[in-house]
């Protein structure tokens, strides 16, 4: 069975950092990434990463890095100079290709169509 396993959110006041981390296990993924879903909004692809590619939603780029461990199983956003907006529930995401989405669809109904989702890990971001 294949699993992913989240750690690293959390709260903090706008301007500070956090780090999330995803370990797989029972298999290995060509793509991996985070969506987010704050309340009221969609679910929406943050961040991911695959051989050759970096995968970044606009209003987080220059402040967000993803990156992968060694073994291919671990995948982190470092989060920096967080504002607000960012609060949401963060989950992890594998598949061959992560796919953005669009308009309001859910997080838990978007996680019906990958291979592999996170439980979600909370982030609050405070001004």
């Known amino acids: 069975e294949v699993q992913l396993k989240e750690s690293g959110g959390g709260s903090v006041q706008a301007g500070g950092s956090l780090r999330l981390s995803c370990t797989a296990s029972?298999?290995?993924?060509?793509?991996m990434g985070w969506y987010r879903q704050a309340p009221g909004n969609g679910c929406e692809l943050v961040a991911s990463?695959?051989?050759?590619?970096?995968y970044y939603v606009d209003s987080v780029k220059g402040r967000f890095t993803i990156s992968r461990g060694n073994a291919k199983t671990t995948v982190y956003l470092q989060m920096n100079s967080l504002k607000p907006e960012d609060t949401a529930v963060y989950y992890c995401?594998?598949?061959?290709?992560?796919?953005?989405?669009?308009?309001?669809?859910?997080?838990?109904?978007?996680?019906?169509?990958?291979?592999?989702w996170g439980q979600g890990t909370l982030v609050t971001v405070s001004s």
């Open positions: 995401a594998a598949d061959f290709t992560l796919p953005r989405t669009a308009g309001t669809v859910t997080c838990e109904a978007h996680s019906e169509t990958l291979d592999a």
């Open positions: 029972g298999g290995t993924f060509s793509d």
């Open positions: 990463i695959t051989e050759g590619y970096i």
